[in-house]
């Protein structure tokens, strides 16, 4: 295994851009470890007490600092936790004392992490109490954690991993949040322009929407999340600057219902379809702005999508209607219009936003979908305050 190297000095200043912004830490030398001989618990016991020595504490106050000062949920800390640990000991270079830092400095900035040991691999997980699909997990004292490293270990089977021995941090108790409530403010020269376009009645409507590579990296590991979730993850603002302003432009003077109408038009042709499993080879959900940014999307993307534009733009009260291999919407007006779905003694109309054989108005359900059982996954409420 390769030793990271570091100057022979007390401290030195790093940098690295951190979507958009630029992170500087100062690394105190002795908290570079030593080369191990064999990787088991007592390495990692006598890593931690070599970490905990170490002036560490100026890098956690600089990583919460940050997080603050951006406002980044857990997920976005956990990728500015990476780029910190990869700055001082490259990933490829040692990946277990890779780990290690990122257990160090997740743990020390308050958050339950732990560490199992398994047939030579540092398996990292994180305590949570949301809904997570899509990635292993194990029950410890009743809690749930969920494997913050699974994607390094594709062909291991996490099912013969023992969840004994789990080595944690003893003042760490905080819990992991996946939810994404705010985008990073990217660098606006590093975005590009898609043209996407769709006919509504006579006249055809063309945007110039901006959109960033940069969205794909926040969501290249990102796990299955509840619909409530998902379907709130909002628009980086220059994306959001060149989409929004226009859709509220082009439905001015319509009627609510015409406009809920232009909206759906506009997620179900704007954009090609193409279902996950020929797309990327297994199922994936995209947030709004990735359903922009991707060339193909399929049903359950274009659902996100729509949602966010009518909760955006009118702030209707909506559920999401997940069927064995559909997602559909279904909104409610001042007066139902059409098919309708009654929960919780209301009314919703379908708003069908993929494309179907026939164009089918708002309240009007696919035709393969009418005798389908369907489960009411997210119901949301307007925010009346």
């Not at 990635?135 to 809690?143: E, H, S």
């Not at 193409?274 to 922009?292: I, V």
């Not at 009314?347 to 089918?360: G, R």
Request: proline content about 5%; overall charge neutral.
């Amino acid at each position: 295994m390769v030793l990271c190297t570091f100057t022979n000095v007390k401290g030195q200043m790093h940098s690295f851009e951190f979507y958009g912004h630029t992170f500087n830490i100062n690394v105190d030398s002795n908290i570079i470890l030593k080369n191990k001989v064999d990787f088991n618990t007592q390495y990692i016991s006598s890593a931690y007490h070599t970490l905990e020595a170490s002036n560490y504490q100026p890098i956690v106050d600089t990583l919460l600092a940050f997080q603050k000062k951006k406002q980044l949920n857990d997920w976005l800390f956990y990728q500015l936790i990476r780029k910190t640990a990869e700055t001082i000991c490259a990933k490829k270079k040692n990946y277990e004392q890779y780990t290690l830092y990122k257990w160090f400095l997740l743990g020390k900035s308050g958050y339950d992490v732990r560490l199992i040991l398994a047939d030579n691999r540092i398996i990292m997980y994180v305590y949570n109490n949301e809904k997570i699909f899509d990635i292993p997990y194990v029950i410890l004292d009743n809690k749930k954690y969920m494997c913050l490293n699974y994607h390094d270990y594709i062909h291991t089977n996490f099912t013969s991993i023992p969840d004994t021995e789990m080595i944690g941090i003893t003042e760490a108790t905080k819990p992991f949040s996946y939810q994404i409530t705010k985008m990073p403010d990217f660098n606006p020269s590093n975005y590009g322009k898609k043209q996407v376009s769709f006919k509504y009645g006579a006249q055809d409507y063309h945007f110039d929407i901006k959109v960033s590579p940069e969205v794909e990296s926040i969501f290249k590991n990102y796990p299955g999340v509840d619909f409530s979730y998902y379907f709130n993850i909002p628009l980086t603002k220059e994306t959001y600057g060149s989409l929004i302003p226009t859709l509220k432009k082009n439905i001015d003077g319509m009627s609510v219902k015409n406009g809920v109408n232009y909206l759906m038009k506009f997620t179900r042709y704007a954009f090609l379809y193409e279902n996950d499993h020929e797309n990327f080879g297994k199922e994936k959900r995209l947030s709004p702005e990735q359903t922009l940014l991707n060339p193909y999307s399929d049903c359950d993307d274009r659902a996100a999508l729509f949602f966010y534009l009518v909760r955006e733009i009118y702030d209707l009260p909506m559920i999401v209607l997940l069927y064995p291999t559909h997602v559909t919407m279904a909104v409610q007006f001042d007066k139902p219009i059409g098919k309708t779905i009654n929960y919780n003694n209301r009314a919703y109309s379908i708003c069908e936003p993929t494309p179907q054989i026939n164009d089918l108005p708002i309240g009007k359900l696919p035709p393969k979908l009418r005798k389908e059982a369907y489960e009411v996954v997210y119901a949301y409420e307007p925010n009346t305050k």
